[in-house]
């Protein structure tokens, strides 16, 4: 039987994160579920843990790549299910709302289902995800965002050109080419905040930008929007810093363009 869901992780030197993930997502298996490992030649003991576990995974790969928009498009492409989500090393999926989830998959005429993530901090943020802030910035969560094999196929999969922000610009190009979005309200997975977009923010606001120039063709709209990201993730990071926690919530229900609640 076809499975419903490939979930696919890329990594690369980050065992401790791995084993995080593969011990929410192998709990989660069924004959719905398939899981994929893309390893970019890891030297830390990741090639040998995948091969140990080989039989709990359809697909995996030790090899070396040119980046991570290479190892997810080696993602995909090895996947068999109608449905791709990529949960990266040190993410996980929730197991209280997984089978409603596959229900709503099963039954869903969209392109692209996605839902709300929590994040690793402090106060448990919700992330209540939007795609109708695409053009504005990346607006919803990639360990909650569930896309057809077929639209990978369609578009040629992830652009390489892209470091960081690879994920936005594919799904920019979706928005704009009318693929069909579906919201499922609920928090479905939890993310861990030491990824790289997290650790190089800039580089990531850039890569937005650079897309947004490319496929909106505004270079204005999006310069301004490049800079109103920077100003508010330097000042909610400063906040945060200086324990300044009421301010943070109320400039996050007043200003923030995407709803964040505490879980």
């Known amino acids: ?3 419903l869901l490939s979930i696919v992780t890329i990594v690369k030197d980050d065992l401790s994160g791995l084993k995080l993930t593969c011990a929410n997502v192998w709990g989660l298996l069924d004959a719905q579920v ?3 490992i893309i390893d970019g030649l890891s030297s830390d003991g990741t090639a040998e843990f995948i091969q140990e576990n080989s039989d709990k995974l359809s697909y995996w790969i030790s090899e070396k790549d040119s980046g991570i928009s290479d190892a997810l498009n080696k993602g995909w492409r090895a996947s068999t299910a109608d449905w791709v989500l990529f949960l990266n090393a040190g993410d996980r ?4 709302a997984f089978q409603e989830l596959l229900q709503a998959l099963s039954k869903s005429e969209a392109d692209v289902l996605y839902a709300n993530m929590q ?3 402090a106060s448990n943020t919700i992330i209540h995800a939007n795609h ?4 504005k910035e990346m607006s919803l969560n990639h360990p909650a965002t569930f896309v057809r094999r077929k639209c990978f196929e369609d578009l040629g999969g992830f652009n390489l050109d892209y470091k960081i922000a690879m994920d936005y610009e594919l799904l920019l190009r979706l928005r704009t080419t009318g693929a069909v979005f579906e919201h499922f309200p609920k928090s479905v997975s939890v993310m861990n905040l030491d990824g790289v977009s997290s650790l ?9 930008r650079k897309a947004k120039m490319a496929i909106l063709e505004n270079d204005m709209l999006a310069n301004r929007y490049y800079w109103r990201q920077c100003f508010a ?3 909610q990071r400063n906040l945060k810093r200086f324990g300044l926690n009421r ?14 609640t505490s879980s």
């Open 1 to 3: 039987m076809k499975p």
């Open 34 to 36: 398939e899981h994929l």
């Open 93 to 96: 999926l929730k197991s209280d």
């Open 119 to 121: 994040v690793e901090d």
């Open 132 to 135: 109708s802030l695409l053009k």
């Open 200 to 208: 190089n923010w800039k580089k990531g606001f850039q890569e937005v």
């Open 233 to 235: 993730y330097l000042l």
């Open 247 to 260: 301010i943070l919530t109320f400039y996050r229900s007043r200003f923030s363009p995407i709803r964040k």
